[in-house]
């Protein structure tokens, strides 16, 4: 009960539970996690599924490596000030959160932000060319399939990679990061201003970052993991 009223974030299931648990020190089983959280009702709230067909891809969309293929969509919020959208660009290997950005408007220009903001955070600027042999997974909005957008990202040198029609799990690494930053601030925060809104994203970002720790990286956070790719392409070269 500690550890969870200590997160930074809600939601955190039985396995990330059991991570805590070994990082504080204390080593047990996840099945005996999983069953004291069941007992006292403890476990993240679920959602139902429902049925599907066929798939239209049987790969996966994570990558091996930071910097290969990012993920990038919107959602939106009510402030003060009316609906503001929300634009997250995310890293398919690390799942760290590359850009953030919040507007009251939502057209193509807004939706570069993110992007942008990833490519001087991880290529360190703005060039023709400088972000060569990187894929952006987007949906099929009308920002993501404008002139202005796909110009904008072949002169950085980045592939544009839409989702599968009807298969919004294409774009998952993006859904699954605006879940949790719905759950863990959209949703339990009010904001006055747009501005306020966007400070808040930024710092959430840093937290998010450094803190929320991934199962498929042995319960590594995002920047761990990009900070131990880094150091191991510097000892290879």
Not at 33 to 54: D, E, I, K, N, W
Not at 145 to 158: K, L, N, W, Y
Not at 210 to 221: A, C, D, L, P
Request: glycine share 8%; with cysteine.
């Amino acid at each position: 009960r500690q550890l969870l009223q200590d997160s930074p974030f809600h939601g955190e299931g039985y396995r990330k539970l059991w991570a805590r648990l070994r990082f504080a020190g204390i080593r047990t089983s996840r099945r005996r996690v999983l069953r004291l959280m069941q007992a006292h009702s403890l476990l993240a709230h679920q959602r139902a599924g429902r049925p599907r067909g066929s798939k239209a891809h049987d790969g996966t969309i994570t990558t091996e490596r930071v910097d290969l293929m990012w993920g990038t969509d919107l959602t939106s919020v009510m402030t003060g000030e009316g609906q503001a959208a929300v634009f997250i660009t995310v890293d398919h290997c690390s799942a760290e959160c590359v850009g953030i950005h919040a507007s009251r408007s939502a057209d193509r220009f807004q939706a570069l932000e993110p992007v942008k903001q990833a490519v001087r955070q991880c290529h360190g600027g703005f060039a023709k060319g400088i972000a060569a042999g990187l894929r952006l997974r987007h949906d099929h909005g009308s920002q993501y399939v404008s002139h202005d957008f796909q110009a904008e990202i072949r002169f950085f040198g980045i592939e544009s990679s839409p989702a599968f029609v009807r298969e919004p799990e294409g774009n998952g690494c993006a859904e699954r990061f605006i879940r949790v930053l719905k759950e863990n601030l959209l949703w339990v925060r009010r904001f006055d201003t747009v501005e306020e809104l966007r400070l808040a994203l930024l710092a959430f970002r840093q937290t998010y970052n450094q803190s929320w720790i991934i199962e498929r990286h042995g319960y590594r956070t995002p920047a761990q993991v990009r900070a131990e790719q880094a150091s191991a392409r510097l000892m290879a070269a």
